[in-house]
């Protein structure tokens, strides 16, 4: 049985979560579409997995010892076998039929399309406010000239000669045991009971053709970095038109170079000259709803946090509210001064720190009463 824990990287104690951030990473890694054609059986694997541990049942089960998936591979012999018919199942396991292929029938032309995946960057406003991204997928699409029926003119399949429409042919092999008889699919139809006497010749009767594709995707507002979207049926179509497979876009967010973002909230740092923090002073920024007045008051010290309050990111689940914009203070000290302005700050130093003296302390001191004192600053700086 395989160890569903090891494929996909995480331990029996992994939460719902971990099992699903380790999902989407492995399925990443490996999607044919991005690793190469080579990959597909590993891609199916962890998709395997995931099916098992992401189900609550299915994971109780394994935990168990069965495979959900594959019972038989987890009973052995005795369990889910009862006399003759279980050893039937058993020899089907190693001669593809056994004694008798009553289970057996012909492989259906029309199969489900895979999942295909795909990646988008947006800039942070999109992300902000939600829109449209477009993606190029290649993939495979419905042919264009049969429509998926895989025929010429719309001719329809015929029975195959050889098997009669089973889709399989008997046949007597000799084993340890004697000789027996085994079916296998057969050759000339490859198990579908029926042949394509004249396939189309776009898509040589497979009913679907290799695409590239540009495909809009909507963009929730508040969506955050790494989120994965679900696009119902524009992932592959299947072998004879079958129905298309999901498609799965992964979103990363690119850096802004004026804002972070902290959840529903955008940070900006602000370099400001020493005179706007001491007086107080109105600029205007920039923000992703057009220029802003950020009033800076009187006294500010650096790292002191202006907010702007509903500027920030829209949140995802209100849609209807937004987050803040926090300006963080940045007190730019001059380390050259003109001769005047060498004098005025020796005058201020008497008007206000004639009786200064230093403290040390294990954390930021609590800001002084401030009453009266941009009087004297402004009367100094006059």
């Keep these: 049985m395989a160890d569903y824990y090891e494929v996909l990287g995480v331990t029996r104690e992994a939460s719902e979560d971990e099992i699903k951030r380790a999902y989407r990473k492995m399925s990443r890694k490996y999607h044919p579409d991005i690793a190469g054609p080579q990959f597909e059986d590993k891609f199916k694997e962890v998709n395997n997995a995931y ?17 959900p998936n594959n019972p038989q591979a987890s009973a052995g012999f005795g369990q ?58 290649h993939t495979y699409g419905l042919c264009p000239d049969c ?17 009669k429409g089973q889709g399989f042919r008997q046949k007597v092999v000799r084993t340890m045991l004697g000789q027996m008889m085994t079916s296998a699919p057969c050759e000339r139809c490859e198990g579908h009971g029926t042949i394509i006497e004249h396939p189309c010749q776009t898509c040589m009767g497979h009913g679907r053709v290799q695409t590239k594709r ?19 049926s524009q992932g592959e179509v299947g072998e004879g038109g079958g129905a298309a497979g999901d498609l799965y876009i992964d979103i990363s967010i690119n850096p802004d170079p004026q804002y972070t973002r902290d959840g529903d909230n955008l940070h900006c740092w602000i370099q400001i000259p020493m005179s706007w923090a ?24 650096s790292e002191d946090a202006i907010p702007l309050k509903g500027l920030g ?5 209100s849609q209807s509210e937004r987050g803040d914009l926090v300006a963080h203070m940045v007190v ?49 700086l006059a």
């Design 278 to 301: 001491v007086l107080g002073h109105d600029i205007d920024i920039d923000t992703f709803d057009g220029k802003k007045t950020l009033s800076i008051p009187a006294g500010c010290q």
């Design 313 to 317: 990111v829209t949140k995802l689940r």
């Design 214 to 232: 540009s495909v809009g995707v909507t963009i929730p507002a508040g969506i955050t970095d790494d989120s994965r979207l679900r696009l119902a």
């Design 51 to 67: 099916d098992v541990l992401s189900d609550p049942q299915k994971k109780q089960m394994y935990d168990q010892g069965v495979d």
């Design 80 to 137: 889910g076998a009862q006399g003759f018919d279980g050893f039937g199942d058993i020899f089907g396991q190693f001669f593809g039929g056994g004694f008798g292929a009553s289970g057996q029938g012909p492989v259906p032309r029309t199969q489900a399309g895979r999942d295909a995946l795909s990646h988008v960057n947006i800039d942070l406003k999109t992300a902000i406010f939600g829109g449209v991204a477009h993606t190029t997928i």
């Design 332 to 380: 730019d000290t001059p380390t050259k001064l003109s001769d005047k302005e060498e004098k005025l700050m020796i005058q201020f130093a008497k008007l206000h720190d004639a009786d200064a003296h230093h403290t040390t302390g294990r954390s930021r001191p609590k800001p002084k009463s401030r009453k009266g004192f941009f009087g004297r600053i402004k009367d100094a």
């Design 147 to 163: 429509g998926g029926a895989g025929t010429r003119n719309g001719e329809k399949p015929v029975t195959c000669p050889d098997c």
